[in-house]
């Protein structure tokens, strides 16, 4: 294993590390306006959601390894005290990264990157016309993380207002995820793009799972289940009982065969097969079936 202290490696080296390794992440495409009112367009990927009540978003302008000097975004937020984030979708991200080229002071990056200007309702920054989500924002506090390059600034965001294409939207009102289509950064140049990879995983809220500490060892100790399958079965409120399973094995032909074999290997294979399908209680069944079960 590469064990690494961060105070030995050249912070161009830890960057790669640290982005690379720390990933997907969001990325806020940000709006601002400079000392002359000139609008200004860069994105950022250090960049989340904090606060729901007060609505906090934070990004961080970091000074630049190569010569540690601050960028436009930052120094616009510091005068200011307003910007727009603007959420990034698949459909805008060439646009998005060509607005990151490191244009001179001045220059609109909307018009380099070809994105249509929007005026907002409340704070003076224009809001990107083809982002699919806008929140126009003020900006609550700026702490320096750091005086050397690749140090952070995270820009505190108080969301004043928040503007979502009705496209994305379903017959809810809520935000589809996968109409909304977002893409995330990674390490070097690689992006993420979510609605690629989109599965879901229940949230375990409303339940007290039997944690995976309560799974019997020979589930365990089998070497067939990964992580993901003990953690599926470790958040099962209650096990299946021994009617449930008699019913389970009587109605089903393939578990007859499985118990018939003797194989418990062919057993917990396709107890697997259950899991990976999302049929949690199915495997739970079969698991504890005994051979007396025929």
């Known amino acids: 294993m590469l064990t690494i202290d961060p105070k030995e490696l050249p ?3 830890l960057h790669g590390y640290l982005q690379s390794a720390v990933g997907p992440r969001p990325i806020a495409l940000a709006s601002t306006i400079d000392k002359n009112g000139i609008p200004n367009l860069s994105p950022f990927s250090f960049f989340n959601l904090f606060s729901t009540n007060p609505p906090i978003l ?19 937020a510091e005068l200011n005290r307003e910007v727009v984030i603007n959420v990034v979708n698949y459909t805008m991200v060439q646009q998005t990264s060509l607005s990151s080229t490191e244009y001179a002071e001045g220059v609109n990056e909307f018009e380099k990157a070809g994105f249509t200007m929007l005026p907002s309702d409340i704070v003076a920054p224009m809001r990107v016309a083809e982002a699919p989500v806008q929140f126009e924002c003020r900006v609550n506090d700026i702490i320096a993380l750091g005086d050397g390059g690749g140090a952070g600034n995270l820009v505190l965001c108080e969301v004043v207002k928040m503007h979502i294409h009705d496209e994305i939207l379903d017959e809810n009102g809520a935000i589809d995820q996968r109409k909304i289509d977002l893409v995330s950064r990674l390490g070097g140049n690689w992006y993420s793009r979510s609605r690629e990879g989109l599965f879901e995983v229940e949230k375990p809220l409303a339940t007290l799972g039997i944690g995976v500490d309560a ?25 299946p009982t021994e009617e449930e399973i008699d019913i389970f094995v009587k109605g089903s032909f393939e578990a007859k065969a499985l118990l018939s074999a003797d194989d418990p290997t062919k057993k917990m294979l396709r107890a697997k097969e259950y899991l990976d399908a999302d049929r949690v209680q199915d495997a739970w069944k079969l698991l504890l079936t005994k051979k007396d079960f025929k």
């Open 58 to 76: 934070i990004f961080s302008p970091s000074r630049r390894v190569r010569d540690n000097t601050i960028k436009h975004t930052l120094i616009n």
């Open 11 to 13: 912070t161009p080296k």
């Open 215 to 239: 799974i019997p060892g020979f589930i365990k100790e089998s070497g067939i289940f990964n992580g993901n399958d003990l953690g599926k079965l470790g958040n099962t409120e209650t096990l």
